[in-house]
C-alpha cells in the first residue's frame, strides 16, 4: 500500500534545455496555462512560466510531472498556498 504522505516527501526538480524545453518534477497541480503563462502548485510554492508559444506536452499528476515546450522567459515562485487566507481570491493570495 503506497504511503499517503509520500506525495508531500517528492523532489522538486526543474530541468531548463536551451530556453525551449523544460522537465519539472514535484508539480502538484496545474492551475492554468495558455501560450503566454503556465500556472502550477509545486512542493516548493506556486511557479508562474512566463514565455511564447508555451505547450504542456505532458502531464502526470500521478508522477508529479510535467514537460513544457515553448520560449521560456521567466520562471517565478511565490510562497503563497491555495488553501490557506479564506475569503481572499486566489491572485490575492499569489501576489501577496
Known sequence: MEDLNSQKARMHKLSL???RSCTLTGVSDVLSFDVH???LETDQGMLMIKGDDLHVNRLTLEKGEVDIDG???SFTYSEAALSSGKGESFFAKLFK
Open 17 to 19: 534545455i536551451n530556453r
Open 71 to 73: 520560449k521560456i522567459d
Open 37 to 39: 503563462e503556465i500556472l
